[in-house]
């Protein structure tokens, strides 16, 4: 038996002019996007022949997927023009063979007993999930009709209940991400919980999550990478997405974050944060200075530090040979101005070849950038100068971020994670120092590196 695969909707969870636009089957389930757990659970039921039929987004999800070796089967894809109906290009050797049709909103779970007969499957509230067992004939006939439990992300709320579906079954039907760290509470590697704060089951939390104190988190929670949950700060029935930073002494109840956007499901409206207490976009009235605010004390230290590892840098130059010569957007900068400046910065070594360690970044990044901080142009805590390349991939939220900020020769993500984080985490991890940045809170990040270089810890 072959499954065909309609993605050709690709639908959106979308209100008010699609000021919240997020693919529906990129949104998480325990760790994964439901479009993961529709591949993997139609492998599973033993059907290995898949095609796949695409239109919107076509590069995104063949992207995802890749050419079939990632899930061990043997598959084709096909590009319609939007709107042209998958059964007016199935193939023809499809007339009369049975096929397994799906779609990437629904997951119904159904059971290879159930390949056996031509039917379509309804959930047990008796929506269509169109997903069906026909063949080519049958495709757009009526067909007996099945109802069987289910999950989906036609809107907003029906994903939220399918969270609290797959967590209150502990994801039975389902291969999860992660590992359970006690009953009803699942977490991603890397993940921290204070004993501080309280996790009410059931809830996941992804991989590299940071909870601060008095935080509560639960029930039907679910976390997504990288995001960081601020001080006395109340979740519930809610998803945070990847990258999301929920600032201290929120309230989120029945709603979907992402980044500086919060979805109320009840309400079906869309919320935009515009100041530092949750995800924000940093669009404030004040106008960053064109200069960096770099103390006298720490301009000396930076001196003398750059005249000590002279030899060093004279080694560290002959064993590099070739310098990288980058175009930088130098911050902070007015984000008025329509044109954006931008400065050539000379580097031996990139951050990402030299992720994951430490003394790597001390070599080729904090002695050799000691001269910015001598001449006011970086601080030794900060966020690290962006190329232009990289300035021009960061959504519009994160580049008004990054023009109001201050840069660092170390950035918190150097400190936090073993390797370059992903660009969720980054927007977090950038988004947290933003709103925490001080002398004390730098204090703090000395130590953890200093640990670091020395502990690994």
């Not at 063979?97 to 047990?124: G, K, M, R, V, W």
């Not at 709320?157 to 399918?162: A, G, N, T």
């Not at 991603?188 to 004993?195: A, E, R, V």
Request: aromatic residues 10%.
């Amino acid at each position: 038996m072959k499954a065909v695969f309609d993605f050709t909707r690709m639908s959106h969870l979308a209100v008010q002019d699609d000021s919240f636009s997020y693919s529906s089957c990129f949104l998480p389930l325990m760790g994964k996007p439901l479009i993961q757990h529709i591949l993997e659970y139609i492998e599973r039921l033993g059907i290995r022949e898949w095609e796949i039929y695409l239109s919107r987004f076509a590069d995104e999800v063949e992207e995802f997927i890749g050419d079939g070796e990632r899930w061990g089967v043997k598959l084709s894809y096909h590009l319609l023009k939007d709107k042209t109906r998958v059964a007016s290009r199935l193939v023809h050797d499809l007339q009369q063979e049975p096929f397994l049709f799906c779609n990437e909103e629904y997951l119904p779970f159904i059971t290879q007993e159930d390949l056996a007969l031509e039917q379509s499957f309804a959930t047990s509230s008796g929506q269509d999930t169109r997903w069906r067992v026909c063949t080519l004939a049958s495709l757009e006939s009526e067909l007996q009709i099945k109802q069987v439990e289910a999950i989906n992300v036609v809107s907003a709320s029906e994903y939220l209940e399918s969270i609290q579906k797959v967590l209150s079954r502990e994801g039975k039907e389902l291969v999860v991400f992660g590992k359970e760290y006690r009953v009803g509470i699942w977490t991603g590697p890397g993940t921290k919980i204070p004993s501080s704060c309280t996790l009410v089951a059931p809830v996941y939390l992804g991989s590299q999550v940071r909870i601060d104190d008095g935080a509560i988190i639960g029930p039907n929670v679910e976390i997504g990478n990288g995001c960081i949950i601020g001080n006395n700060s109340f979740i519930k029935d809610s998803s945070i997405l990847g990258g999301s930073f929920v600032g201290q002494n929120l309230d989120v109840n029945g709603c979907i974050v992402n980044q500086n956007r919060i979805l109320n499901a009840r309400l079906a409206a869309v919320y935009r944060a515009t100041d530092e207490m949750l995800v924000t976009a940093v669009e404030s009235s004040e106008e960053s200075p064109d200069v960096v605010p770099v103390s006298i004390g720490s301009r000396f230290l930076a001196l003398v530090l750059l005249i000590l590892t002279l030899p060093l840098l004279v080694v560290l130059a002959l064993v590099a040979r070739e310098k990288v010569r980058q175009t930088v957007v130098p911050i902070p900068q007015h984000t008025s101005s329509s044109k954006i400046r931008t400065q050539e910065l000379t580097t031996f070594k990139t951050r990402l070849q030299t992720s994951g360690n430490l003394w790597k970044h001390l070599l080729w990044h904090l002695i050799p950038g000691l001269y910015l901080v001598v001449a006011k142009r970086s601080r030794f805590f900060g966020i690290p100068y962006k190329s232009l390349e990289e300035y021009g991939h960061l959504s519009q939220d994160w580049q008004q971020l990054y023009l109001q900020s201050i840069p660092g020769l170390i950035a918190e993500a150097d400190i936090l994670y073993e390797e370059y984080p992903d660009d969720q985490m980054l927007f977090a991890c950038e988004m947290y120092y933003r709103v925490k940045e001080s002398r004390s809170y730098n204090a703090v990040l000395f130590g953890k590196y200093i640990k670091r270089l020395f502990t690994g810890a």
